[in-house]
Every structure is written in C-alpha cells, then in structure tokens.
C-alpha cells in the first residue's frame, strides 16, 4: 500500500543518505481541550495533502508531493471488521498535475477508535520499499483516551530472500489538539508512536528506534498531518529517511 495517508501515511523507495537542501518540518498543531469525539467519515468528502521525504535537518523540498483522497464508500464489513470506508488516494508530482501512484485504503471505526488495513504495510513501503513490505492486516491507529499505550502490530518476515526483518509499533494517546488548514480549526487526536526496526545480517540483529506522530482530524476523519521520523545508519551506515504529510484542503459532504 502508498503512503499516507500517513499518515496516515501520506503516505517510497530505499533510501540512502540524501545530499540536500532541506528546510525546517512545518509547525505542529496546538494544545487543546480533550472532548467526548468520535471520527466521523463522510462519504464524498475530498481531501489534498502535501507530502515530503525528510532526513535529519528536517523537509527535503525537492522530494514535495501532492496527494489526493476522496471517502469513496462505506461498507458494513471488509476483512472482519465492520463499519468500513473505502478511500481512494492518489500520488501526484509536486506541480499535481503528473500522476504518480495510486492506492485504495480501508478504515474502520468505532467511536473513538480507528483501524486501518495495512498501516503497517504502510509504514514499510514509506520507509523502505513496496516490496520488502508485509501483507496487510488490521492495524489500530487511534484510541481516544488510551494514555497508556496499545500494541499497532509486530511483524517479521524474510522478503524476497533478503535480511530477514522486524518491526513494532506502539501507540498512545497524547491529547487533543487544533491543526488549522486553511481558514478552518479541526480538531484532532494526536496519537505519539514508538517502536524498533530490526535487521538481521550474518547472525547479528540491529535494532533501530522508530518514532512518529499522527494528527487524526474528528470531523471529518482524516489524518491532518503524520510524521514518521528518519531513522539514522540503520542500513549499512545508511539513514532510512522519514516521511511528512500535512492536509492542506478539503470539502465535505
């Protein structure tokens, strides 16, 4: 699956050690009151994000993207899971005019809480490869009011005969807060995520930390920004870089 959507996941290939301009991450949203919300997606709603690689001095601008997500349908179950919307997303290059990639990504929700099929799968192909990814299954992404963490998914598999690979990813509720985009006010569940990357080569295993912040808009439910950190020399000496989407625009139904 593409990238995030994140975020989330806006939301990507191999990456080495990248030899550019950057410029500082964008602002994150700010503190707000917690309220009783649940995410509420709406059918026929459009979104625009921006999306960018990022290495440790913060965004690389040549690497901009713009991506759009439209709510295509609901579902009453997909893979087990009811209460399901269907959202299609589309990569464009940084003018939005030249396709780039396209993917179809499921949500499900109850409340205050949101699964999504294949985040992790997500979080793979962001970071490494769409080939080196696991299958998808589903993932916990939010959990209004869940301070004390909750496990996303661990996975490990060997792809495509190479290192054999690790990942898991945890997750905690960190608040509620107000991103603005455009001339409107969302307020969002900020959802902190850790976890460790681990790759085993010649018998020895190297764990990486992994860390990430989501910004899930309530109404209408949408990530408004998502952020996956570079992880540094976790490839022979090589940084995999991180990942940054921020909502720009939408329209709801």
């Given at each position: 699956m593409k990238p995030f959507h994140i975020l989330f996941i806006p939301l990507v290939a191999i990456a080495g050690v990248f030899y550019a301009c950057s410029s500082s991450t964008s602002s994150n949203p700010t503190s707000s009151t917690t309220g009783?919300?649940?995410?509420?997606?709406?059918?026929?709603?459009?979104f625009q994000f921006v999306q960018w690689r990022?290495?440790?001095?913060?965004?690389?601008?040549?690497?901009?993207?713009?991506?759009?997500?439209?709510?295509?349908?609901?579902?009453?179950?997909?893979?087990?899971?009811?209460?399901?919307?269907t959202v299609f997303d589309t990569t464009f290059d940084s003018t939005g005019t030249v396709f780039q990639s396209s993917d179809t990504l499921y949500y499900s929700v109850s409340g205050g809480t949101v699964y999504q099929y294949g985040f992790i799968t997500q979080v793979f192909t962001i970071l490494l490869d769409a080939s080196l990814a696991p299958?998808?299954?589903?993932?916990?992404?939010?959990?209004?009011?869940?301070?004390?963490g909750w496990l996303v998914d661990t996975t490990a598999f060997t792809p495509n005969g190479l290192l054999?690979?690790?990942?898991?990813?945890?997750?905690?509720?960190?608040?509620n807060v107000n991103a603005t985009v455009g001339a409107n006010s969302l307020q969002t569940d900020h959802v902190a995520g850790t976890g460790t990357l681990q790759l085993t080569a010649q018998g020895t295993t190297v764990s990486h930390p992994l860390s990430g912040n989501d910004y899930l808009s309530y109404?209408?439910?949408?990530?408004?920004k998502g952020i996956i950190a570079p992880v540094p020399q976790a490839l022979f000496g090589a940084t995999i870089m991180g990942f940054e989407r921020d909502l720009v625009s939408f329209t709801v139904k």
């Amino acid at each position: 699956m593409k990238p995030f959507h994140i975020l989330f996941i806006p939301l990507v290939a191999i990456a080495g050690v990248f030899y550019a301009c950057s410029s500082s991450t964008s602002s994150n949203p700010t503190s707000s009151t917690t309220g009783n919300l649940s995410f509420t997606f709406s059918v026929g709603s459009t979104f625009q994000f921006v999306q960018w690689r990022t290495d440790s001095v913060g965004i690389i601008d040549s690497t901009k993207e713009i991506v759009h997500e439209t709510v295509a349908d609901s579902m009453l179950t997909f893979q087990g899971m009811g209460v399901t919307y269907t959202v299609f997303d589309t990569t464009f290059d940084s003018t939005g005019t030249v396709f780039q990639s396209s993917d179809t990504l499921y949500y499900s929700v109850s409340g205050g809480t949101v699964y999504q099929y294949g985040f992790i799968t997500q979080v793979f192909t962001i970071l490494l490869d769409a080939s080196l990814a696991p299958p998808p299954k589903w993932d916990k992404i939010a959990d209004r009011g869940n301070t004390a963490g909750w496990l996303v998914d661990t996975t490990a598999f060997t792809p495509n005969g190479l290192l054999p690979l690790k990942m898991q990813l945890n997750g905690s509720d960190a608040g509620n807060v107000n991103a603005t985009v455009g001339a409107n006010s969302l307020q969002t569940d900020h959802v902190a995520g850790t976890g460790t990357l681990q790759l085993t080569a010649q018998g020895t295993t190297v764990s990486h930390p992994l860390s990430g912040n989501d910004y899930l808009s309530y109404n209408p439910a949408i990530l408004a920004k998502g952020i996956i950190a570079p992880v540094p020399q976790a490839l022979f000496g090589a940084t995999i870089m991180g990942f940054e989407r921020d909502l720009v625009s939408f329209t709801v139904k």
